[in-house]
Nanobody, 124 residues
Framework: QVQLVESGGGLVQAGDSLRLSCAAS????????MGWFRQAPGKEREFVAS????????YYADSVKGRFTISRDNAKNTVYLQMNSLKPEDTAVYYC?????????????????WGQGTQVTLSS
């Protein structure tokens, strides 16, 4: 059974940086793509970024392009989301997700496993 555990959230000020981590345990070989999503209060969960385990192919939502960087450490089965130049609108619960199919996966239904989420809050 795949388990995803996020960490690294917190309360920061606008302009600060944070790095989120997602550790995948019990990772089967079939896991192909890892993604980060976020959900702000009263809003739908939205795609943030994704990375393919094998090739390192990256994909970002326009809202975070140039500010966020997704990366992975295959040896540690861990995916990271480096978030720079944070803005108040980045406030959300951030979720890690894992898929067993290839492609540019930007919708929730394409992912098979989810973490519990980690809160990121920007103070005004």
């Amino acid at each position: 059974q795949v388990q995803l555990v996020e960490s690294g959230g917190g309360l920061v000020q606008a302009g600060d940086s944070l790095r989120l981590s997602c550790a995948a345990s019990g990772r089967p070989v079939s896991l192909t793509v890892m993604g980060w999503f976020r959900q702000a209060p009263g809003k739908e969960r939205e795609f943030v970024a994704s990375i393919t385990w094998s090739t390192g192919s990256l994909y970002y939502a326009d809202s975070v392009k140039g500010r966020f960087t997704i990366s992975r450490d295959n040896a540690k089965n861990t995916v990271y989301l480096q978030m720079n130049s944070l803005k108040p609108e980045d406030t959300a619960v951030y979720y890690c997700a894992a898929a067993t199919r290839f492609g540019i996966l930007t919708t929730r239904n394409l992912y098979d496993y989810w973490g519990q989420g980690t809160q990121v809050t920007l103070s005004s």
